[in-house]
């Protein structure tokens, strides 16, 4: 079973902060990279920040210095802090999990993807 439960989305003011949490379960699965994308309309989905299991951490120019990815090992819990909003923020997040699923002295790579949260910035 897979479940991914993204929460914090909303809206905000341009300057104003946001924090959104992605929670996941899934059987058999032992995650090894967490990270957030975004798609705003007619746009293609881009990366935000990932984060794997030894807490090295990527992020996109875009938001460098205003967003700060964090997670929980033991919560299997991925964050995004979210600070100076600019309207160009605006967008669906989706919290994305990749790792691999173990049985035996086989594991299969693969990824899973959050339903994604509306986060709007007003001007």
């Known amino acids: 079973q897979v479940q991914l439960v993204e929460s914090g989305g909303g809206m905000v003011q341009a300057g104003g902060s946001l924090t959104l949490s992605c929670t996941a379960s899934i059987s058999t699965f032992s995650i090894n990279t967490m990270g957030w994308y975004r798609q705003a309309p007619g746009k293609r989905r881009e990366l935000v920040a990932t984060i794997d299991k030894s807490g090295s951490t990527n992020y996109a120019d875009s938001v460098k210095g205003r967003f700060t990815i964090s997670r929980e090992n033991a919560k299997n819990t991925v964050y995004l802090q979210m600070n100076s909003l600019k309207p160009e923020d605006t967008a669906v997040y989706y919290c994305?999990?990749?790792?691999?699923?173990?049985?035996?002295?086989?594991?299969?790579?693969?990824?899973?993807w959050g339903q994604g949260t509306q986060v709007t910035v007003s001007s």
């Open positions: 994305n999990v990749g790792g691999a699923h173990e049985s035996g002295y086989y594991s299969t790579l693969t990824d899973y």
